[in-house]
Nanobody, 120 residues
Framework: VQLVESGGGSVQAGGSLRPSCAASGITSTLNAMGWYRQAPGKQRELVAV???????NYADSVKGRFTISRDNAKNTVYLQLNSLKPEDTAVYYCAASTLFTTAPHLYNYWGQGTQVTVSS
């Protein structure tokens, strides 16, 4: 399985972005697809995950601002980022797992990451 992200960028605080992640290869076994992020000097942290049935899980810091969605026919997951804050600045990584989980070590596949930069 290969994951390719796109749609990161630079915005001012309060702005919006919509990264996407397309999965290719043998995708039939995938359950959860999600987004993690890593800021400089910090550990990778959960942003949001979604399973094939549409169930979601969000980090508290992004609830009400970010929305994860998934198009199973296209094997693509989207992350709508609204009301962005400077503290959202990080590399955002797409990940996929055969389980519905928030534990990063249980994600089998990772994308290369896309940079999101929010200026004040």
């Amino acid at each position: 399985v290969q994951l390719v992200e796109s749609g990161g960028g630079s915005v001012q605080a309060g702005g919006s972005l919509r990264p996407s992640c397309a999965a290719s290869g043998i995708t039939s076994t995938l359950n959860a697809m999600g987004w993690y992020r890593q800021a400089p000097g910090k550990q990778r942290e959960l942003v949001a995950v979604i399973n094939s049935g549409g169930n979601t899980n969000y980090a508290d810091s992004v609830k009400g601002r970010f929305t994860i969605s998934r198009d199973n026919a296209k094997n693509t997951v989207y992350l709508q980022l609204n009301s962005l804050k400077p503290e959202d600045t990080a590399v955002y990584y797409c990940a996929a797992s055969t389980l519905f989980t928030t534990a990063p070590h249980l994600y089998n596949y990772w994308g290369q990451g896309t940079q999101v930069t929010v200026s004040s």
